[in-house]
């Protein structure tokens, strides 16, 4: 006599760790993401760019200036690599079917790339360029704290005691790793308001992207809702932001040509692969387990972060980082053993 | 043809409020979307499990495949509808092209 609870929750276990795995995959993608998001700053057109810009607005538009034209060249590269992944899984006529279903789908996507890309990574380039990237790291790890209340206020969805401890001992780990930093950064002198409200923007955007994505992948497939969620992006950045800085008197088009280069380019072909497909990891953990787990595990990325810069660029770790990794893995396993049979509905 | 998104033309089927197994709903949706590949069939049993996830579908009955009617030696679940499912899919239908 085959035990069919016993095959039933073998079934229910296999979803969870899917689940937690593309939230994992997620979490290595973006930071190693960070190896071409760090390369391209050095790289021809941008320091040029860079240069041109500071000496006439000062260094902190000029951070801002750049990181909206890479962004917009980066989720080019994106909407790129997910067509390859979505033709692969034959996905073109789904995509169609779900662009026009507006109401009940895309919309979704469409503001999941209003609060993921102008407000969330527009504000963590403000909280960088006026702060510090120590500051602007801490300030994005707070996001699953934000996309954990709004799915649990809005979608009723079940956040346990165990899974909004092993978010709040991830985050820890997180200000751990990054917190002499921030410390170094606000001790270094007067700190602009434009600063505290880019780290404000990185914290509530990524958060509420998650919970607004949430509701359409809810009759959306994920592949296909973050593929329609970037050309969102890509059209916001091309259509909005770079003419209104173009008519502004920044020179963004003319930096934009000068691109053509070799390791300018393969740079951001890497850079488009890694985010991408990070960034379809991150959604199709929502639908198995939860916005707040997933963003939760996803939240691992800081210390994929280190990891990467450790390995690539030869930084030489402190002991903040040990101690704040060993935080983000006990924090990881306080959420991977919660018990599955809790999660077989994601709602109340 | 259909030419809703999957997961809502899978409640779609559903709609009715009565019990169906998940491989009436796939083999059903399969016609609509002309696909005859292993790998759709999987997509949409995995869309099922998404839909039931978020409570939109609810698992009533459960059997072990011995016939091979999806896969021989799976498990196969029979879905009803829930409240919650049928509300998001009357704002879905209304508004679809």
């Known amino acids: 006599m085959v035990d069919l609870q016993a095959l039933r929750q073998a079934e229910h276990g296999r979803r969870i760790r899917n689940g937690y795995m593309w939230a994992l995959f997620c979490a290595v993608l973006w930071g190693i993401w960070y190896i071409p998001g760090t390369v391209v700053w050095g790289l021809t057109p ?4 860079y240069t041109e810009v500071a000496s006439t607005s000062g260094d902190g538009m000029a951070l801002i200036v750049t990181a909206v034209l890479i962004t917009a060249l980066n989720a080019v590269t994106v909407v790129l690599a997910l067509f390859v992944w979505n033709g692969v899984l034959g996905n073109y006529g789904e995509m169609i079917r779900t662009a026009k279903s507006f109401h009940p789908c895309s919309k ?8 993921g890309g102008p407000v969330a990574i527009l504000g963590s380039f403000m909280a960088m360029g006026f702060v510090g990237g120590a500051f602007a790291a801490v300030a994005a790890l707070l996001y699953p704290v934000i996309g954990a209340a709004l799915a649990n206020v809005w979608h009723g969805e079940k956040i346990s005691k165990r899974a909004a401890m092993g978010i709040f001992v991830i985050i820890a780990g997180g200000i751990t790793i990054f917190g002499g930093g921030v410390i170094t950064e606000l001790q270094a002198g007067s700190v602009g308001w434009m600063g505290y409200l880019g780290g404000l923007m990185a914290a509530t955007g990524w958060g509420i992207e998650g919970a607004v ?16 969620r970037f050309i969102a992006e890509l059209a916001i950045w091309i259509i909005i932001a770079l003419p209104l800085l173009a008519i502004m008197g920044y020179p963004v088009f003319t930096y934009a040509f000068q691109i053509f280069q070799p390791l300018t380019i393969l740079m951001f072909v890497f850079a488009g692969i890694t985010f991408g497909f990070c960034y379809v990891s991150w959604y199709k953990s929502f639908p198995l387990i939860g916005v707040g787990r997933g963003q939760g595990i996803a939240n691992l990325y800081g210390m994929f972060a280190v990891i990467s810069t450790i390995l690539f660029f030869g930084d030489v770790p402190q002991w903040t980082v040990l101690v704040g990794g060993a935080l983000c893995i006990v924090g990881s396993f306080i959420m991977f053993s919660e018990e599955s049979l809790e999660l077989e509905t994601l709602r109340n | 043809m259909s030419n809703l998104p999957r997961k809502i033309r899978l409640m779609e089927i559903m709609q009715d409020g009565n019990e169906y197994w998940n491989y009436d709903v796939i083999k059903q949706a399969m016609q609509d979307y002309g696909f005859q590949s292993d790998f759709s069939r999987d997509t949409l049993n995995m869309d099922l499990i998404e839909l039931a996830a978020v409570a939109f579908i609810k698992e009533v009955d459960l059997k072990v495949d011995d016939e091979g009617v999806y896969k021989k030696g799976f498990l196969l679940h029979k879905y009803v509808i829930t409240e919650a499912g049928k509300a998001r899919l009357s704002d879905a239908c209304m508004y679809a092209i």
């Not at chain 1, 941008?46 to 760019?49: L, N, Q, R, S, T």
């Not at chain 1, 979704?108 to 609060?115: E, G, K, R, T, Y």
């Not at chain 1, 994505?213 to 329609?228: I, P, W």
Request: hydrophobic share 65%; charged share 20%.
């Open chain 1, 108 to 115: 979704w996507f469409l503001l999941a790339s209003v609060f």
């Open chain 1, 46 to 49: 941008f320091v040029e760019m």
């Open chain 1, 213 to 228: 994505a949430d509701k359409g992948l809810d009759v959306a497939n994920a592949d296909v809702g973050l593929h329609l």
